[in-house]
């Protein structure tokens, strides 16, 4: 069972604001959306950090094996 780490990251002063932005409007996103929004997220909280790409997908939710 994975655990949901994206309200953490939601709420956190240490992820870049635009980044937050993006995960709380892939959190709110219809189900048909969400995974397109969740993987534009990844990809902004990507580039704003220095974390790995399987580490982003992995803290958003996201299949890490895509990077």
């Given amino acids: 069972m994975a655990f949901n780490l994206l309200p953490l990251l939601i709420h ?5 604001q635009e980044s937050r932005d993006a995960l ?3 959190s709110t996103a ?3 959306r969400r995974d397109e929004q969740l993987e534009s ?3 902004m909280l990507y580039r ?3 974390l ?6 992995e ?3 996201l299949n890490p094996c895509d990077c």
């Fill in 12 to 16: 956190s002063d240490m992820v870049p």
């Fill in 24 to 26: 709380r409007a892939a």
């Fill in 30 to 32: 219809p189900s048909d």
């Fill in 41 to 43: 997220a990844a990809r």
């Fill in 48 to 50: 704003e950090t220095g």
């Fill in 52 to 57: 790995d790409c399987v580490d982003v997908r």
């Fill in 59 to 61: 803290l958003v939710g």
